[in-house]
């Protein structure tokens, strides 16, 4: 078997992705050579062939580096395929209105309504729900929901359902009232 040169390497290279400069190029050809030729003949033919199952994106490594690291030996896998929906109501209570929030720690989707997910989201932050069960997250929801209540109670409701002015807005409102009668009477 003929052992490929350089050169066919690089006119197999494809080009990667700089979004900073937002081209695509092939850099450090000088790079690349030099690792090239400290490579086997063997790893030279890995190499070249390898080079068709490189996904070419901004996440790519040069050249270079795919020469150096020897990535033509990494094990190319599919990601795992997230499970079927099942259900269209929220996992917690009854209501329709839901969205997808994550997976838990089983793999099985996790459907919050709105106020479900603003009692998880006072609790867990906006965090994954990857690390907890289906279980926990109901009773994190209770928690939230629980904290959400006493906070509406704790907070004081304005008077006679007029909005609650600072002193300093009173005074500005009072300044302004004044102008517009000193304004009329000229």
Avoid at 3 to 13: G, L, M
Avoid at 50 to 76: C, H, M, Q, S
Avoid at 91 to 120: E, I, M, N, Q
Avoid at 135 to 154: F, Y
Wanted: net charge positive; proline share 6%.
């Amino acid at each position: 078997m003929k052992i490929p040169d350089f050169k066919e390497f690089w006119t197999k290279w494809k080009p990667r992705y700089h979004r900073n400069i937002n081209r695509w190029i092939k850099a450090d050809k000088k790079g690349a050579k030099k690792e090239w030729d400290k490579l086997s003949d063997k790893s030279k033919i890995a190499a070249l062939a390898g080079v068709d199952l490189v996904e070419k994106n901004e996440f790519t490594p040069d050249a270079r580096k795919y020469l150096k690291w020897e990535r033509w030996t990494d094990e190319i896998t599919e990601p795992p395929k997230p499970p079927p929906i099942q259900s269209a109501r929220c996992s917690v209570c009854p209501k329709k209105h839901y969205y997808l929030r994550g997976y838990d720690k089983t793999g099985k989707p996790v459907f919050l309504c709105r106020d479900c997910d603003k009692a998880l989201t006072c609790i867990i932050g906006r965090g994954l729900v990857a690390h907890l069960t289906l279980a926990e997250i109901e009773i994190k929801v209770g928690e939230g929901k629980a904290k959400l209540a006493d906070a509406k109670r704790s907070t004081p409701k304005p008077k006679d359902e007029q909005l609650v002015r600072s002193d300093k807005q009173q005074a500005t409102l009072a300044a302004i009232d004044k102008l517009k009668d000193n304004f009329g009477k000229g």
